[in-house]
């Protein structure tokens, strides 16, 4: 059995909006017993060990391990996340480094049984979407840690599959690679391992002592219009990257935490004194699937930033000229959000992100033939767009939109004089050294990310010693920084 290629899903017409869908969400969740708690900022005040808070979890750590909360045991909210290390990735129809995650929690209340089913009725009662394109993973088990297979949320599934009248066989796979290798034959629900394992810290081999984390169950949404891209492997299979299915959201069941061995080292897993709940799921992608696309740059939080860019540079996104568009789209909304939150341009932690999310944005602007100063026109429809949902974008609007516009100013007078001595310093010796970097970066204000992407556009060799040269040229500088600031 294969997907059927002429499932089809629902219409567009009268889709809801994702600001609908976030209200309906927590409405949803606020009638079944939940408080809405406020949402985190993007830089965590308390946890010095990230530089943003990239899912909605974070703000509750101490909860999941068992501190009480004081608005209760079943919460929910929708928290804007920021994900540096997807910044590569944003260029395709389904990555952003910034987004926005629904989430729910139960701290040692309902479980599998009931937060299976809501979710489900949710995205098919409530969104509307079509139940034959819902697709399922599970955990495999990991018989190291004495952590079983989770047939327990396969048969809830099941049950609501069988209801719906859809076939519900499963599918054992593992690995990703296995996935690959083999494809699901059609079947509904997969079970993998380290995929549908959940903590802070990726799989439960590196978890540290103390960390919580459990198996999940994941939602996938089928797109059967996408064709497989056999990059990603021989075979499509729930997990592929390719973008035929595209996970909705996740429900972990958080009931372990690591434990130490007697040489203090992480060892095992110990239950938590309560098993909870812990959901997360993507606005733009629950949104897209509104729409029946798979494309989250099309829904209404994104959708007006790229019309915008389009008018300005004269683009047309329906023509393929999609890449630069989303970047410029997505890095500009969450730069927005920092500024919102006070945080500056600069050369360290977040600030150095935001600079970078800047300024990568306006490199990108050029490929449109956006050579002239556009934020201060295109920032302001960032912030309309969250202007009603998210009141202290509207409060601090003009400030933000300042020191966006201000970075842009400080940038381009450096930018076109740093690539002319980029591709200068390359011809000159035929490949960018270490140092060279260095001087891009501490001379014209290139960070090194945004010079490594300018070479590889114009086929430009990179030294393979580069980042011992670049990191010994770093030390120096700072060293000097120490010794004039000592003499002051």
Not at 79 to 85: D, E, G, I, K, S
Not at 131 to 147: D, K, L, M
Not at 382 to 408: G, N, Q, T, W
Not at 450 to 478: K, N
């Amino acid at each position: 059995m294969s997907p059927d290629p002429s499932v089809s899903g629902g219409t567009s017409a009268g889709a809801m909006t994702a600001d609908d869908i976030r209200r309906a969400y927590l409405d949803f969740f606020v009638a079944r017993g939940h408080h809405v708690i406020p949402w985190a900022p993007l830089v965590p005040r308390d946890d010095p060990t990230t530089l943003f808070n990239g899912s909605g979890m974070q703000q509750l750590v101490p909860n999941l391990l068992g501190e009480p909360h004081p608005d209760g045991t079943r919460l929910t909210d929708s928290q804007p996340c920021l994900r540096a290390q997807d910044i590569d990735e944003v260029g395709d129809n389904r990555h952003t480094t910034f987004f926005e995650m629904l989430g729910n929690w139960s701290l040692g209340d309902y479980f599998k049984s009931e937060q299976i089913p809501w979710f489900w009725e949710f995205l098919t009662d409530v969104v509307g979407l079509d139940p034959a394109r819902i697709y399922v993973s599970c955990y495999s088990g990991n018989p190291e840690f004495g952590i079983p297979k989770d047939t327990e949320s396969a048969d809830i599934w099941t049950g609501l599959f069988d209801a719906a009248g859809l076939d519900a066989e499963r599918v054992d796979l593992g690995t990703a690679a296995r996935g690959a290798e083999l494809g699901t034959g059609g079947a509904r629900i997969a079970f993998y391992g380290a995929k549908n394992w959940w903590c802070r810290m990726g799989s439960a081999e590196a978890m540290p002592v103390g960390e919580p984390g459990g198996p999940d169950t994941e939602v996938f949404y089928l797109y059967p219009e996408v064709a497989h891209d056999p990059a990603y492997g021989a075979h499509c299979h729930h997990n592929c990257d390719c973008g035929r299915f595209i996970e909705l959201g996740n429900s972990v069941f958080t009931e372990f935490r690591r434990v130490a061995g007697p040489d203090g080292e992480p060892a095992g897993f110990a239950p938590l004194p309560r098993r909870n709940v812990d959901y997360g799921g993507g606005l733009e992608r629950i949104a897209a699937a509104a729409l029946d696309t798979p494309d989250v740059f099309e829904v209404s939080l994104l959708r007006p930033v790229v019309a915008k860019l389009e008018e300005l540079s004269g683009s047309a996104y329906s023509t393929g000229e999609t890449h630069a568009l989303r970047v410029i789209a997505d890095h500009l909304r969450g730069a927005t959000f920092l500024a919102v939150e006070g945080v500056r341009p600069s050369n360290k932690e977040q600030g150095y992100v935001m600079r970078r999310l800047v300024r990568r944005a306006i490199r990108y602007a050029y490929e449109l033939g956006l050579t002239d100063a556009f934020l201060e026109e295109l920032v302001p429809v960032v912030a309309d767009v969250y202007h009603d949902s998210y009141p202290v974008v509207a409060a601090r609007r003009d400030d933000a939109i300042a020191a966006l516009v201000k970075e842009e100013r400080s940038f381009r007078r450096t930018l076109t004089r740093g690539i002319g001595v980029l591709h200068t310093l390359a011809q000159r010796g035929g490949t960018l050294t270490g140092h060279e970097l260095f001087t891009l970066h501490d001379t014209y204000g290139f960070p090194v990310e945004l010079s490594l992407e300018e070479a590889g556009r114009h086929d430009v060799t990179v030294a393979p010693g580069w980042r011992g040269e670049f990191d010994a040229d770093m030390a120096e500088q700072r060293a000097r920084s120490r010794a004039a600031a000592a003499k002051k």
